[in-house]
């Protein structure tokens, strides 16, 4: 935490006392200088309207937009009686009384309050420049008591990412890797402990398939130079085999209708009301068509027989998973090896997106044993019922209309992706005992979290106290430019290692233009490559997580627009002005920040600053990146107006970029202000998962 003398010995040259204090109102003046505000505003408030300090607080509001205050007071929410809120309001204001913040203003019933220039960018430059990466953040929200320091911190699992070993890693499991990377860093900021973890699609017939699909058009080599790749492509020729396969007996079969049909005559029609029934038309059927009609059921015959003798693809996968269930080694050899080697290969892209899982699991490693119990439970308290040779259970009967019937178990025993995801729920636990866990899953599997949570719930304790701590956080579908689904079938899934590419190679492009600034950049590849990224990450944050987006590589790396590029160029710009002013870090920490005061730009950037802290709240609460993306492009913005802005109170009309040629001492204050502003923009980039450049 913040060295508050400082502060506190700054406070008292402004003629105040130390921040005052009120029991039942937690304020972190360590971490946020609005909160040295917060703590003065409740007591002036309570001076003249007698409210409790805790309902006070409640009321403070932060703005959106800074012209209608640094923070401001709607009085009805101070819930008093028998006073009309807008006398109540002048009262307040006239009333008021503070050193660091202007008299109030009255807007009906809301009083506003600004906070004096300079005072201001003293406090929040002190803190920015004292707390550095962490300024913002605020490490004891995640904590059992987050009023006494000590308290144990709590702990957060997430689950996020989760492929299927399989198939291609598509967007939708970029964005759940996107997102929970945000949330896992989130909470992290706020001073939870997070556990970062990936539940593989890695069990199931599937690998029945794929295993047969490998021994036909698989090869080792390629494995193991590309094995994602290479295994989609495995795993496409053979469901090609596949759906061939029965697209044959699917044809005969719908031939065999289609004759059957025109066989029998059709019923006559029934006449309407007080007429007399028409005569049919004559019935035809040929002797050609009798005859195809044989010749089709024979071909019938002879690809069921073909079955019986050689079982299909399908059938076969079933039984290979079956022995992969019952542990069969030969079955298990490449299963193994896929999961292995993909597991490999995920590393390195989840290392480019600034991503690192501490828990691989999967379908795979959730325990026969306790799916056993899970099924016996259900059975016990009368959830689930046979059908049909499986078990299911029906969730109209028990209380929820609208999740539809689930099956638990199949007709051969082997279990589901369900059944999987209620006995890893409590496995979770076990291992973990967490506080709370979140599964970032699509919005397309919505109706199947909600099924798995309301049987757990069902099943009672303990199963129905575990879930009650766990959430499952949405986002809607990324489609492409023309805002079309992208679907495998189609090929238009665009795979996570090709997107990646395609936008390094623009943006690596792009940088090349710059002949001067790119001999400069020391790794270019790995800049073009954090570019590339930085820009897919921002486009996902764009929206609110549940509204889908889409996929469009120009918009997206664009330097103009509110995009990835435009936050690493504004951050790359305020590097290389640090390194030619090159200001050591102890002036910039002595620096007379009241300097800043003459220009209204630079007065502005500050104010923003300041509310970075409780910006970064605000996005615990929503736990929506735009809420912090929106917050670093307003920054970014007022930080460029800087660059050409007017000092207003010199005739000469100096702009800010320039103040620095005046004296030693302003030239401090401004690249003090430019430090802090970077790094917030950091801060911000980096609680977004972005990594930022100092060069491009
Ligand atoms: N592997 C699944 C898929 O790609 C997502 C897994 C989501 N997590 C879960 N616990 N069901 O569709």
């Known amino acids: 935490a913040l060295d508050m003398s400082q502060i506190t010995s700054k406070l008292s040259t402004l003629g105040l006392s130390h921040p005052p204090t009120f029991p039942g109102v937690l304020l972190h003046t360590e971490y946020n200088p609005v909160d040295i505000y917060r703590a003065y505003i409740i007591e002036q408030i309570h001076k003249t309207t007698d409210v409790e300090p805790a309902i006070i607080n409640n009321a403070l509001a932060w703005t959106q937009d800074l012209k209608h205050g640094d923070l401001v007071l709607p009085v009805p929410a101070l819930r008093l009686k028998g006073?009309?809120?807008d006398e109540l309001a002048i009262e307040i204001a006239e009333n008021f009384e503070c050193p660091i913040i202007e008299k109030?203003?009255?807007d009906k019933t809301f009083v506003r309050f600004f906070f004096k220039p300079g005072p201001l960018a003293t406090l929040t430059l002190k803190y920015t420049l004292q707390h550095k990466a962490q300024y913002g953040f605020n490490p004891r929200l995640g904590l059992e008591d987050p009023s006494k320091p000590g308290s144990k911190r709590k702990r957060l699992v997430v689950e996020y990412s989760s492929p299927n070993i399989a198939k291609e890693f598509h967007t939708g499991h970029l964005r759940s890797t996107i997102i929970g990377g945000f949330l896992t860093k989130l909470y992290a900021a706020a001073g939870w402990e997070t556990i970062s973890m990936n539940y593989l699609g890695d069990w199931g017939k599937q690998y029945g398939v794929l295993?047969?699909?490998?021994?036909?058009?698989?090869?080792?080599?390629?494995?193991?130079r590309d094995p994602i790749k290479h295994l989609n492509e495995v795993y496409v020729k053979i469901n090609q085999d596949h759906a061939a396969e029965q697209k044959d007996a699917k044809k005969l079969f719908e031939k065999k209708d289609e004759l059957e049909k025109l066989k029998k005559p059709p019923p006559p029609k029934k006449p309407a009301k007080g007429k007399v029934a028409e005569a049919p038309p004559p019935h035809q059927w040929s002797d050609e068509q009798e005859s195809e009609l044989q010749d089709v059921c024979a071909q019938l015959e002879k690809v069921r027989a073909e079955l019986v003798a050689k079982p299909?693809?399908?059938?076969?996968?079933?039984?290979?998973?079956?022995?992969m269930v019952d542990g069969d080694k030969e079955a298990l050899k490449y299963w193994q090896k896929f999961r292995d080697l993909s597991i490999e290969a995920y590393k390195l892209m989840y290392a480019r997106l600034n991503i690192a899982f501490d828990d691989y699991n999967g379908e795979s490693t959730v325990?026969?044993?306790?799916?056993?119990?899970?099924?016996?439970?259900?059975?016990?308290?009368?959830?689930?019922?046979?059908?049909?040779?499986?078990?299911?259970?029906?969730?109209?009967?028990?209380?929820?209309?609208?999740?539809?019937?689930?099956l638990v178990k199949k007709t051969d025993g082997t279990s589901l992706y369900l059944t999987r995801d209620l006995a890893a729920n409590y496995e979770r636990y076990e291992k973990y005992q967490f506080d709370r866990m979140i599964y970032v899953i699509a919005s397309q599997q919505d109706v199947h979290v909600a099924q798995f949570f309301k049987v757990l719930e069902l099943m009672g304790s303990p199963y129905e106290e575990v879930v009650k701590n766990c959430e499952h956080i949405t986002f809607g579908m990324v489609k492409d430019p023309k805002g079309q689904t992208m679907s495998t079938r189609k090929g238009t899934v665009v795979s996570l290692a090709d997107s990646l590419d395609s936008a390094k190679e623009f943006m690596h492009g792009v940088m090349k233009g710059n002949?001067?600034?790119?001999?400069?950049?020391?790794?270019?590849?790995?800049?073009?490559?954090?570019?590339?990224?930085?820009?897919?990450?921002?486009?996902d944050y764009s929206g609110k997580m549940i509204n889908g987006y889409n996929f469009d590589?120009?918009?997206?790396?664009?330097?103009?627009?509110?995009?990835?590029?435009?936050?690493?160029?504004?951050?790359?710009?305020?590097?290389?002005?640090?390194?030619?002013?090159?200001?050591?870090?102890?002036?910039?920490?002595?620096?007379?920040?009241?300097?800043?005061?003459?220009?209204?730009?630079?007065?502005?950037?500050?104010?923003?600053?300041?509310?970075w802290p409780d910006v970064f709240l605000n996005a615990y609460k929503t736990r929506e990146p735009i809420t912090v993306l929106t917050y670093l492009f307003k920054m970014t913005h007022l930080l460029s107006s800087c660059?050409?802005?007017?000092?207003?109170?010199?005739?000469?009309?100096?702009?800010?970029?320039?103040?620095?040629?005046?004296?030693?001492?302003?030239?401090?204050?401004?690249?003090?202000?430019?430090?802090?502003?970077?790094?917030?923009?950091?801060?911000g980039m980096r609680l977004l998962g972005l990594k930022p450049v100092e060069r491009m």
């Not at 299909?312 to 022995?323: G, H, L, P, T, V």
């Not at 002949?515 to 486009?539: C, F, G, H, R, W």
């Not at 007017?646 to 430090?675: I, P, Q, R, W």
Request: with cysteine; charged share 30%.
């Open 104 to 106: 109030p203003t009255v």
């Open 312 to 323: 299909s693809i399908d059938e076969k996968a079933r039984q290979f998973f079956k022995r």
């Open 515 to 539: 002949a001067e600034k790119y001999e400069q950049v020391e790794n270019p590849e790995e800049t073009a490559d954090t570019l590339a990224i930085s820009a897919i990450m921002v486009q």
């Open 553 to 611: 590589m120009e918009r997206m790396t664009s330097f103009e627009g509110d995009t990835g590029p435009y936050l690493q160029y504004s951050h790359a710009r305020v590097c290389s002005m640090e390194r030619k002013a090159g200001v050591p870090r102890s002036e910039l920490e002595n620096a007379d920040f009241t300097l800043i005061v003459g220009v209204k730009e630079g007065v502005e950037l500050v104010r923003c600053l300041a509310q």
């Open 211 to 224: 295993s047969q699909g490998f021994e036909k058009y698989g090869s080792e080599e390629e494995l193991e």
């Open 83 to 85: 006073k009309k809120p």
């Open 643 to 683: 660059y050409d802005a007017k000092d207003v109170g010199n005739k000469n009309a100096k702009t800010m970029s320039v103040m620095y040629a005046d004296s030693a001492e302003k030239k401090a204050a401004l690249m003090g202000l430019y430090n802090a502003s970077r790094q917030v923009l950091a801060n």
């Open 367 to 406: 325990k026969e044993s306790d799916m056993d119990k899970m099924a016996e439970i259900l059975e016990k308290k009368g959830l689930s019922e046979p059908s049909e040779g499986a078990v299911m259970v029906d969730l109209k009967k028990h209380g929820a209309p609208k999740l539809g019937i689930t």
